[in-house]
């Protein structure tokens, strides 16, 4: 029986090893944290890599492929994987994209409900030993517009969620039919200056992409409500940082929740220091059952792969 190596680089969850492990001709080799430089030098040496946010596989990392001819993303998002480099060198790419839907939509809806009512600034207030009830004034849901920008599976779990909270949805989502925003409740806007000018709270569920690098710069933001509620549990980089700061700062968007940077992790940044920003580190996916599934999936695929059976990738 043919022999396997895998190398995985990032923490998965150890259910979907165990699908690596119990497969019977894959030896795998966990090297979670490995850095870039080191994983160069050795990734030739393995038919499948499987990765997770903590690995950017560039050009340079696989320069050199040797025998490796799959690249499984236990996730969804592949801004992370240089795919054309990848597709250059023989090398397929998978991701796994339905593992954590609901953990990314339950993120976002506690990120709403954070943002639109303060809640974290309000616990470090009581925890700092203050009653500062008339600080924490918040905004309702009921009876607001939600903006959804990319309405796929997150953005359109997302959409049912918040309508059981009573809010109107509007969408900018160019690539989805009709029928499917029809079928939420939504109404899908030819522009996205129509949601930016209707929301009272605009959420992000895009991919990365050219398109959807800076698409929220101030030009953007200007057309948006004034004390408009930013979320974002997409991407870094979608919602341009240094004028969503300003925007902060000047009070035209009244507070914003993000989960996902730029650059990760953030380190010291000003954005930091803002009382109207609340902040998680890109733990969108991190739910128990989320980060199985993912596993689950990315290794069933990369068994299946590697066993010349069928298999989804990106
Ligand atoms: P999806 O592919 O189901 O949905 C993405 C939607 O965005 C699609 O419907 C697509 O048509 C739309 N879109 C693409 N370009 C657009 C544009 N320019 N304007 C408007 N809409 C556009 O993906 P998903 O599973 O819903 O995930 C969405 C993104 O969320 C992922 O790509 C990933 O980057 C991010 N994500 C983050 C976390 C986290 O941990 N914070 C977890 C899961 C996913
Ligand atoms: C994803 O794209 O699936 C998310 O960013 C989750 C992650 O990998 O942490």
Redesign the pocket.
């Known amino acids: 029986m043919a022999q396997f190596d895998v190398i995985i680089t990032d923490h998965i969850s150890e259910e979907g090893v165990k699908i690596l492990q119990n497969a019977g001709d894959i030896n795998v080799d966990i090297r979670a944290g490995i850095k870039n430089d080191d994983l160069k030098k050795i990734i030739g040496n393995y038919d499948a890599a499987i990765t997770r946010s903590g690995t950017t596989v560039t050009a340079d990392l696989i320069e050199n492929p040797g025998k490796l001819k799959l690249l499984g993303r236990a996730?969804?998002?592949l801004?992370n994987v240089d795919i054309e480099a990848a597709s250059k060198k023989g090398i397929i790419v998978m991701n796994a994209?339905t593992g954590?839907?609901l953990?990314?939509t339950e993120?976002t809806m506690g990120m709403m409900l954070a943002a639109v009512r303060k809640i974290p600034a309000a616990n470090d207030s009581v925890k700092s030993i203050k009653w500062d009830r008339k600080k924490f004034m918040g905004i309702q849901l009921h009876g607001k517009t939600l903006g959804i920008?990319?309405?796929?599976?997150?953005?359109g779990n997302v959409a049912i969620r918040a309508k059981s909270f009573g809010m109107k949805i509007v969408s900018?989502?160019?690539?989805?039919k009709q029928a499917k925003a029809d079928a939420l409740g939504v109404t899908l806007c030819e522009s996205?200056e129509q949601v930016l000018k209707q929301a009272d709270v605009i959420t992000f569920?895009?991919?990365?992409?050219d398109?959807?690098k800076n698409?929220i710069t101030k030009k953007e933001i200007d057309m948006m409500k004034d004390n408009v509620v930013i979320i974002n549990?997409?991407?870094g980089g979608i919602v341009n940082e240094d004028d969503l700061y300003d925007a902060l700062v000047s009070g035209k968007v009244f507070s914003a929740a993000v989960?996902?940077f730029t650059k990760e992790p953030l380190g010291e940044n000003r954005l930091l220091t803002l009382d109207n920003l609340f902040v998680t580190p890109?733990?969108?996916?991190n739910t128990e059952e989320g980060q199985r599934d993912v596993a689950l999936l990315i290794c069933q695929q990369v068994v299946n792969a590697l066993h010349g059976k069928s298999y989804e990738n990106a």
């Not at 920008?149 to 953005?155: C, D, H, K, S």
């Not at 569920?205 to 992409?209: D, G, I, N, R």
Request: with cysteine; charged share 15%; net charge negative.
């Open positions: 996730g969804v998002g801004d994209p954590n839907t953990a990314a993120l920008v990319g309405l796929g599976r997150i953005g900018f989502d160019p690539y989805i996205l569920h895009t991919p990365l992409t398109e959807t698409l549990c997409a991407r989960d996902v890109h733990i969108g996916a």
